[in-house]
């Protein structure tokens, strides 16, 4: 019985390392039989590929190599940005994952397919300082509304919900992008593991659990004492 474990929207960012978020991201892999990371693993708006894999981000390697990482590039760690080298990592480098446990069928995709993102060849995704100003609006969103900012993504996550019932009615969906942790019927979005949260997905003989925890508050997360 393989006990699979997913998640996505990590956005490491090379010069960024935090070592108690990595410890705790060690911990948490090393209990799967299998990882899926489904999109957005690193933060390609701001840096190139190279600069991810020679960060010290570089110490998960071994370790998802070891759990036979399925790994599927979303729309800030597109796959015309990778090379080879994400076989230091991952086993299998795909657009969407089909997968069955406990005689229940999934399918992973992030989700960016079908929910528009800026172009990275917009002007947005082009001027760092638009692309700064762009993200502030999230910090000044969390100052304001805490955890329920990500509620700005239901519309969001409804759509995707009408996707699975469209082209994968015979497949529960799992998704990330939208940030917006949820399980419904047929239908998982694993949240997100950046912006002080911590949230995942394990799957294991087809019975879903998902986790949701926060590691920092507004305040700290403001000030960069993200954990």
Not at 3 to 30: C, G, M, Q, T, W
Not at 128 to 140: E, M, N, T
Request: hydrophobic letters at 40%; glycine letters at 6%.
């Amino acid at each position: 019985m393989s006990k699979i474990l997913l998640f996505s929207d990590s956005h490491l960012h090379p010069p960024i390392f935090k070592k108690a978020y990595f410890d705790r991201l060690v911990n948490l892999i090393e209990q799967a039989d299998q990882v899926i990371i489904n999109g957005d693993f690193w933060e390609g708006y701001f840096y190139s590929f190279d600069q991810f894999v020679n960060s010290k981000w570089n110490q998960l390697f071994p370790l998802l190599k070891q759990k036979h990482t399925i790994y599927l590039p979303g729309n800030h760690d597109l796959m015309s940005k990778l090379d080879k080298r994400t076989n230091l990592f991952s086993s299998a480098v795909v657009e969407s994952y089909e997968f069955s446990s406990g005689g229940k069928n999934f399918i992973c995709l992030h989700g960016n397919k079908y929910i528009e993102s800026p172009s990275q060849n917009s002007l947005l995704m082009r001027n760092k300082f638009l692309l700064g100003l762009f993200y502030s609006i999230y910090y000044f969103g969390f100052w304001i509304l805490g955890d329920n900012f990500w509620k700005i993504y239901e519309f969001e996550n409804a759509r995707l919900r009408m996707v699975q019932k469209k082209y994968f009615s015979d497949k529960t969906l799992i998704t990330g992008h939208t940030h917006l942790a949820e399980i419904s019927k047929n239908f998982i979005n694993s949240g997100l593991m950046t912006f002080g949260f911590f949230q995942y997905i394990w799957i294991e003989d087809g019975q879903v659990r998902q986790y949701k925890e926060r590691t920092s508050s507004v305040w700290q997360l403001i000030f960069g004492e993200e954990k």
